[in-house]
């Protein structure tokens, strides 16, 4: 009877002779409610055990059984005095609600942090109402964990002003009533409307359900919420909203399962232009952090059901910074979520653009080539020069193409050689040549020269003052050098073996 939490009439049973979680259930009209109410008992009563404590929002089902097993007395009080303890709320019959029952952490000579997270823990809010106040005493303890103080030292007096502060206005979530019904009678179809956002403190998810009656108008309804802290390693907002995203897809997947509407239309909504980007592309493109949290919201909710909302228009926003006590009950933002949630609204896709932020979070593909190009073959195959330098040259254009740098203006992704080939590629590409001869014909003396030994006198090469060039080819030196007139080529041309394929 899960999928039956929230409809129009409920009942809160335990028994009296042993111990047995409170059970709560609901029924969309008396008639049905009535025939659960006989099947559970007379289900129990063939086990030997009897069902006491009934409570009930419907003053018909209590008194169809006798008064000894009532837990709500009939008449009903239509106020928030008469109020039942049902899985760790209280709810009120009357009136239909839930409600908060706050220990006031008592004041304390010494506050330490044993005693906050005390305190914290006695706010027991497991549907996630009250997040935006639970969340300000999280961001407390995980800071508390940061200053590295013993459990029973005394806080610095910051901390204690602040904690004072707060602890102090905890008594104002008693003022708070949630209707318990979300799916009100006559309701046609049903919607669960999902925000996610982050801050550098925290990152929180909210749903909300939206039940369309029919007449057409829709009634908006908080459901439930989660919130995390920020991993103590700063990460980047972008990340942290990501994560936000992937709490929602999570949440939601959970609520469709509880209240059994996984037909359900879904949709979603995030301020951050960052994420959209990364959830409407593959999650291979990303790197792992982002990737494997893509592919998680996408197993669950579908990029089109993503949409953009303004910052100050998101509820998720209150449970990622936190709201004082004070302000919470009246927050129509929170418990309403935007006001165009109840109105016939229309959602539109953002055009998202691949900025700095996207870009850093690109997978980089490395892909190892390993090019060998043999000269000699290359010379043997050709029976002109110029054949052989050009065909060299678009060889290295294609792997300076595959290999080549991304550039800075993110317009085009790479810096392509295009185009005719230009000199530079050409001579270059002879030189690849040239260099290949010479390494084969003047091993030893390329060595010696490199090494700046003298070269033997034996060395075909020991005359002409050989030198390297800043090319890396070796060129005949001597005085020749101190002519002014003369270009360089001229007074220091390229040594090269009299018979050898390049220039036989």
């Not at 109020?83 to 709320?89: A, C, M, P, S």
């Not at 054949?387 to 790479?414: D, E, M, P």
């Amino acid at each position: 009877m899960d999928e039956e939490k929230d409809l129009p009439y409920a009942a809160e049973v335990t028994t009296k002779d042993f111990y047995m979680d409170d059970v709560m259930s609901g029924a969309r009209d008396v008639e049905q409610g009535l025939v659960v109410q006989a099947q559970l008992i007379e289900m129990m009563r063939r086990g030997g055990m009897t069902l006491r404590k009934w409570s009930s929002n419907s003053q018909i089902l209590l008194e169809s059984i006798p008064e000894s097993m009532r837990e709500t007395q009939v008449p009903m009080r239509m106020d928030h005095e008469d109020v039942i303890k049902t899985l760790g709320l209280f709810w009120s019959p009357g009136t239909d609600d839930f409600m908060f029952k706050v220990q006031v952490p008592t004041s304390s000579s010494t506050l330490t942090k044993r005693i906050i997270l005390s305190e914290t823990a006695k706010i027991f809010d497991p549907v996630g109402w009250v997040a935006p106040i639970i969340i300000r005493a999280k961001i407390l303890i995980q800071d508390l964990w940061k200053l590295a103080v013993g459990w029973d030292d005394p806080l610095p007096q910051e901390v204690q002003n602040y904690w004072k502060e707060f602890s102090g206005n905890l008594s104002l979530i008693e003022s708070i009533s949630i209707p318990r019904c979300i799916i009100p009678q006559g309701t046609v179809t049903k919607e669960l409307l999902g925000f996610c956002d982050a801050s550098e403190k925290a990152f929180a998810a909210v749903v909300y359900m939206k039940a369309f009656q029919e007449d057409g108008t829709g009634h908006v309804s908080l459901v439930t919420s989660k919130t995390r802290v920020a991993p103590v390693k700063t990460i980047s907002l972008p990340r942290l909203e990501l994560c936000g995203a992937l709490l929602l897809s999570d949440l939601i997947t959970e609520t469709r399962a509880s209240l059994g509407i996984e037909d359900s239309t879904v949709r979603c909504w995030t301020d951050s232009s960052v994420v959209l980007s990364w959830l409407r592309s593959s999650p291979n493109r990303w790197k792992v952090f982002v990737a494997n949290r893509v592919t998680q919201i996408q197993d669950s909710v579908s990029a089109d059901q993503w949409f953009h909302v303004n910052g100050v228009e998101n509820p998720a926003d209150c449970a990622s910074r936190g709201i004082d006590p004070s302000e919470l009950k009246n927050h129509p933002l929170w418990w309403k979520g935007p006001s165009w949630l109840e109105e016939d609204f229309k959602t539109f896709h953002i055009e998202t653009k691949e900025d700095d932020v996207v870009i850093t979070e690109e997978r980089k593909v490395v892909v190892p080539v390993n090019v060998v190009i043999n000269s000699d073959s290359l010379i043997t195959k050709f029976s002109f020069l110029s054949r052989l330098v050009r065909t060299t040259a678009w060889i290295y254009r294609f792997i300076h193409n595959c290999g080549s740098k991304r550039s800075n203006n993110l317009s085009s992704r790479f810096e392509f050689c295009s185009g005719p080939l230009k000199v530079q590629e050409l001579k270059s590409a002879l030189n690849v040549h040239v260099k290949t001869v010479q390494n084969e014909s003047f091993h030893d003396d390329l060595q010696n020269i490199k090494e700046g030994k003298d070269l033997p006198i034996k060395s075909q090469l020991a005359q002409l003052k050989p030198f390297i060039d800043e090319e890396g080819l070796i060129r005949v030196g001597g005085r020749i050098r101190h002519a002014p007139l003369l270009s360089f080529g001229v007074k220091h041309p390229i040594l090269l073996p009299g018979r050898n394929n390049l220039t036989f």
